[in-house]
């Protein structure tokens, strides 16, 4: 099965700095992987995904990761920090399991942002 | 892009009481949809799926005369949490499957603040 490790609960940056939220995967297949954001109160919103192809995805609001499979890695990275990114994050391994699709989250890290 | 909403986004009830949530897809059709569980602070975790004319797939560990999943159309799922106590106090979201299946993305609703007294 597979499973998502998110290194950091809390990450904390300055606005204008440099944002990377760490997710490594587990899978014994060729992984599908996606990262969301979650703001208050609110549902999931796509931020980007990996499937096959170009291992480096850009994503909406200037976001972007890069699929390392020797590392097993799928970070998360945004070159200057906006006061708006404030939200958790998660990262999410798309896994078939006996049939049935679903996709596995990590816990989630929270990002904030300081003025 | 694909929207999904959920109704109520927010309610109360009394220990006790049934309540239903509805999940729609507004602008595509959606023949599987997901009903996730989130505790404060912590990830999604997924409950059912739900299939447009099936029975729901429920995840190990989750009640399935507890928490009633019907999609009766392809843009319309409902979970209904019967005989709710305090503890199924949580935040509900559901997402709908946009396309095929596979690594099609999945579109979440807003989410619904279920508070049991």
């Known amino acids: 099965a597979q499973s998502v490790t998110q290194l950091g609960s809390h990450v904390s940056v300055s606005e204008g700095a440099l944002v990377l939220l760490r997710c490594n995967y587990s899978?014994?297949?060729?992984?599908?992987l996606f990262w969301y954001v979650q703001y208050p109160n609110q549902g999931l919103q796509l931020l980007l995904k990996?499937?096959?192809?170009?291992?480096l995805v850009k994503g909406i609001n200037g976001f972007e990761a890069e699929f390392k499979k020797s590392e097993t890695s799928f970070h998360l990275t945004k070159p200057s920090a906006h006061m708006s990114d404030a939200a958790e994050y998660f990262c999410a391994v798309y896994q078939l399991d006996g049939g049935s699709e679903k996709l596995v989250f990590g816990k989630g890290t929270k990002l904030t942002v300081n003025p | 892009g694909a929207v999904v909403s959920q109704h109520p986004s927010r309610v109360i009830c009394k220990s006790g009481t049934s309540v239903k949530i509805e999940c729609r897809s507004l602008?595509?059709?959606?023949?599987?949809m997901f009903w996730y569980r989130q505790f404060p602070k912590q990830s999604l975790m997924l409950m059912a799926t739900?299939?447009?004319?099936?029975?729901?797939?429920?995840e190990q560990g989750v009640e399935k005369d507890k928490f009633l999943i019907n999609h009766a159309s392809l843009t319309l799922s409902t979970l209904t949490v019967t005989s709710a106590h305090p503890e199924d106090s949580s935040f509900y979201i559901c997402?709908?499957?946009?396309?095929?299946?596979?690594?099609?993305?999945?579109?979440f609703g807003p989410g619904t603040r279920l508070t049991v007294l």
């Open positions: 899978s014994s297949v060729p992984p599908y």
């Open positions: 997402s709908a499957l946009a396309g095929g299946g596979g690594t099609d993305t999945q579109y």
């Open positions: 602008d595509f059709q959606a023949t599987t």
């Open positions: 990996y499937t096959t192809g170009a291992t």
């Open positions: 739900s299939n447009e004319g099936s029975k729901a797939t429920y």
